[in-house]
């Protein structure tokens, strides 16, 4: 497709959003703030986006922090020390100077937060790793320039934000929290009530005023400028908002995200764009479009599910789940995780798990040391919107007997779960480092997500990943062993076929194909703590080739017999490559 479809695009896109306003002058501006000088053609979706090798960290600026560095230079000299050659991209969760939500209530977009760093430290980083960024699209902070510019009737701000009449009917609107979604504030002309989706310290930017959504393409370019190729559209769903509907997952949302696309492609070709949709399993999905949004949607049904399937030893809806996800289309590909700097969510289960099993996931969490947040609902009944634990505690044991002596295993093999599934693996940082739960943390933010948020002492974490007796040191130096081995596997790429295999409630099978089809490789878990026998047999491992688990290097020589697999136990059988 040449560049004049290229701009054809652009300004349908810009037409359908803003019908209102002069076009050709928007897609004008538009180009301006991202700089783009020539437009070319519209991008082909390309299969060498990714490769077997790619594996995310997630972490914050301050995860871990030294009195003798910044944050930002203790994050670079903690990957540089521990996951250089292990781990591809790193996502620093936002780093502006925030008011609240640990970062997710940005008061300038511009700068790097003063107590992280500065920009040079974010790019020392990406000398090393690809870098994500979070681009904090839908509010911004109660404190910011622009909200304050909003109250004293000035730009830039003065028609950034949604405003509603007192007596409106909000019914319909979906919500992630149990607050009051409309925040009185007062202005130069009077109290208005200002639309908060999260809390009333994040306040709604309105994306009906193309300024909001040109100020977003400049700052998206300066990630750009600092090395930044990743973006992850945070909380994107509640993005365009429309009285007398839900205002989650509307059709002008989707929109932006292919004008993002486009623009974002124009001006470097390296650029991914990452949905963040905690939304059912289904609406998740359109967030790829037609290759033309999201080039990586968050795998939300994964945490929960798999957790469910570890704690319960049974693996039926896990299976039944990933029997239905349809193949990502070269190009595209599932992000998948376990845990991240928020909680468990659990609307993406709606439909997968049922009331009960919904209740008997969230109660052994609780007995774990876990946290519930609640989401309002339209019956006026507030429901379970998450889960706030760390993923270390949520392995600590199963649903019937609490608390064991497997926590480890079950752990390693949830991980190497998510090593072997379809898509991109991103592994948080107090994953990587098994980081307990945070209670401390928790009382003193008021906020329940920061239970899993610990920040780590440089010094103290040095001690306890040099101690080998440190659970710590050793879920460290395992899941860099298994992510070594992944990463040379060519049957594990992103887009590489996955099969689901019928091995009953208490394994999981995954066959995996590499897109040369010259390597396959049988992925085989134990998910509960019973002994499992497994007749070789029914593996179907073809005669003419020989086949060795990668993880202990035996070889299956014997057709004709059995494998044994103790309590989380697992193996990746390949044939040669």
């Known amino acids: 497709m040449n560049s004049t479809a290229s701009i054809q695009k652009i300004a349908g896109y810009l037409a359908e959003l803003y019908p209102d306003h002069d076009n050709t002058l928007l897609r004008d501006q538009c180009l301006a703030a991202m700089e783009i000088t020539e437009i070319g053609s519209v991008p082909e979706a390309r299969g060498d986006y990714w490769d077997c090798e790619d594996i995310v960290l997630i972490s914050y600026a301050d995860s ?33 100077p925030y008011s609240s939500d640990d970062g997710f209530s940005v008061i300038d977009y511009s700068v790097v937060n003063q107590s992280h760093g500065d920009w040079d430290q974010i790019e020392a980083i990406a000398e090393n790793f690809k870098l994500m960024g979070d ?10 320039l622009w909200f304050e510019n909003f109250k004293g009737g000035r730009n830039p701000g003065k028609d950034f934000f949604i405003t509603v009449k007192p007596d409106v009917v909000l019914d319909e609107v979906v919500r992630p929290r149990t607050t009051d979604l409309l925040r009185p504030t007062r202005t130069t002309l009077g109290e208005v009530l200002v639309w908060c989706t999260f809390s009333h310290d994040q306040v709604d930017l309105n994306f009906k005023n193309p300024i909001v959504l040109i100020e977003f393409l400049k700052i998206i370019r300066r990630y750009l400028e600092h090395r930044i190729t990743w973006f992850r559209l945070d909380a994107v769903g509640f993005l365009w908002k429309e009285l007398g509907t839900s205002c989650i997952n509307l059709p002008k949302t989707h929109l932006i995200i292919k004008l993002l696309r486009l623009l974002v492609e124009n001006k470097t070709e390296d650029a991914i764009i990452i949905t963040e949709t905690n939304v059912p399993n289904h609406e998740n999905l359109s967030y790829f479009g037609d290759q033309d949004e999201a080039h990586l949607i968050y795998n939300f049904s994964l ?20 029997m239905t996800m349809p193949s990502a289309k070269m190009g595209n590909a599932y992000f998948n995780f376990l845990a991240s700097h928020d909680g468990i969510g659990l609307r993406p289960v709606e439909g997968l798990l049922s009331i009960a099993e919904l209740k ?71 994953s990587l480092l098994a980081t307990n739960n945070d209670h401390s943390r928790a009382e003193n933010t008021g906020n329940l997500r920061s239970i899993n948020r610990h920040i780590w002492d440089h010094d103290e974490l040095e001690l306890n990943l040099r101690n080998q007796e440190s659970h710590h040191h050793k879920v460290l130096v395992r899941l860099l062993e298994l992510i070594q081995t992944r990463k040379h596997q060519k049957a594990f790429h992103p887009n590489a076929t996955m099969l689901t295999l019928n091995l009953g409630s208490g394994l999981l099978g995954l066959w995996r194909q590499s897109l040369d089809r010259e390597q396959k490789i049988l992925a085989i878990f134990n998910i509960s703590k019973e002994m499992r026998i497994l007749p070789i047999e029914t593996l179907n491992l073809t005669i003419e080739q020989s086949w060795i688990d990668l993880i202990s290097g035996v070889d299956f020589i014997d057709r004709n017999g059995t494998v044994e697999l103790g309590p989380y136990d697992f193996l990746w059988i390949s044939n040669p490559k």
């Open 64 to 96: 871990i922090v030294s009195n003798s560095r910044t944050p930002l230079e203790t994050l670079k000299h903690f990957a540089d020390q521990y996951l250089s050659e292990r781990i591809s991209t790193i996502h620093i969760l936002p780093f502006f």
């Open 303 to 322: 945490p929960p599910l798999l957790i469910n399937t570890l704690i319960t030893g049974d693996a039926t809806q896990l299976k039944r789940w990933m």
């Open 360 to 430: 008997n996931l969230t109660d052994t969490m609780v007995e774990f040391g876990g946290r519930l947040s609640y989401r309002a609902t339209q019956s006026k009944t507030d429901q379970p919107y998450e889960i706030n634990i760390a993923l270390w505690d949520a392995l600590a044991g199963t649903d019937r007997e609490g608390k064991d002596d497997f926590q480890f295993d079950r752990f390693i093999c949830a991980h190497a779960i998510l090593l072997s599934v379809q898509g991109i693996p991103a592994i948080y940082i107090h």
């Open 135 to 144: 681009v904090v699209l839908n509010h911004c902070s109660a404190r910011s």
